[in-house]
T-cell receptor, first 112, second 115 residues
Framework: AQSVTQPDIHITVSEGASLELRCNYS??????LFWYVQSPGQGLQLLLK??????LVQGIKGFEAEFKRSQSSFNLRKPSVHWSDAAEYFC??????????FGKGTHLIIQP | GAGVSQSPSNKVTEKGKDVELRCDPISGHTALYWYRQSLGQGLEFLIYFQGNSAPDKSGLPSDRFSAERTGGSVSTLTIQRTQQEDSAVYLCASSFERGVKETQYFGPGTRLLVL
């Protein structure tokens, strides 16, 4: 069975600073990987996804993620965060054609 | 365009009562998914539909949970004899088709509180 680990429950970053959120997955075959963001009281919005090909994927809102098979990682990055980026971030893997398996999430706090 | 909608947005009920949660997928999406988000368990996948069929119900937490989909569109998740541990946010998602490369689009969720 697949699993996702997000090691950081909370991360605090100053506005304008760079951001990296960590995600490690466990899956026996080629994983399909996703990052979603959830703002308070909102549903989940897809930031980006990786299926195959170029290991650096670009997403919305200036986010990118890099797939590293050797490290079983799919870390999310942003060069300069904005106060509006404060939210909960979820990494997910889809091994079969069914539901997504999510990590526990990382709560991002932006300091002014 | 219209996204996935869910109703009610909030539901407070008493322990032992039955509740129905509704999901309206994006028009034309054939696959529909239910998830539960709770403090203790995080985001859990419950069940999916391809058309009106739910081939695998093993993700439902107990036999008090059931789901159906009619007309290949609206789905309802029913919880019978609710318990306090059922308190959670229930999220619905839909995708154009069922498949590993299909993006799932999520609704805003129904926040259920069982007193």
């Amino acid at each position: 069975a697949q699993s996702v680990t997000q090691p950081d429950i909370h991360i605090t970053v100053s506005e304008g600073a760079s951001l990296e959120l960590r995600c490690n997955y466990s899956y026996g075959a080629t994983p399909y990987l996703f990052w979603y963001v959830q703002s308070p009281g909102q549903g989940l919005q897809l930031l980006l996804k990786y299926f195959s090909g170029d290991t650096l994927v670009q997403g919305i809102k200036g986010f990118e993620a890099e797939f590293k098979r050797s490290q079983s990682s799919f870390n999310l990055r942003k060069p300069s965060v904005h106060w509006s980026d404060a939210a909960e971030y979820f990494c997910a893997v889809q091994g079969g054609a069914d539901g997504l398996t999510f990590g526990k999430g990382t709560h991002l706090i932006i300091q002014p | 365009g219209a996204g996935v909608s869910q109703s009610p947005s909030n539901k407070v009920t008493e322990k032992g009562k039955d509740v129905e949660l509704r999901c309206d997928p994006i028009s034309g999406h054939t696959a529909l998914y239910w998830y539960r988000q709770s403090l203790g368990q995080g985001l859990e996948f419950l069940i999916y539909f391809q058309g009106n069929s739910a081939p695998d119900k093993s993700g439902l937490p107990s036999d008090r949970f059931s789901a159906e989909r009619t007309g290949g569109s609206v789905s309802t998740l029913t919880i019978q004899r609710t318990q306090q541990e059922d308190s959670a946010v229930y999220l619905c998602a839909s995708s154009f088709e069922r498949g590993v490369k299909e993006t799932q689009y999520f609704g805003p969720g129904t926040r259920l509180l069982v007193l």
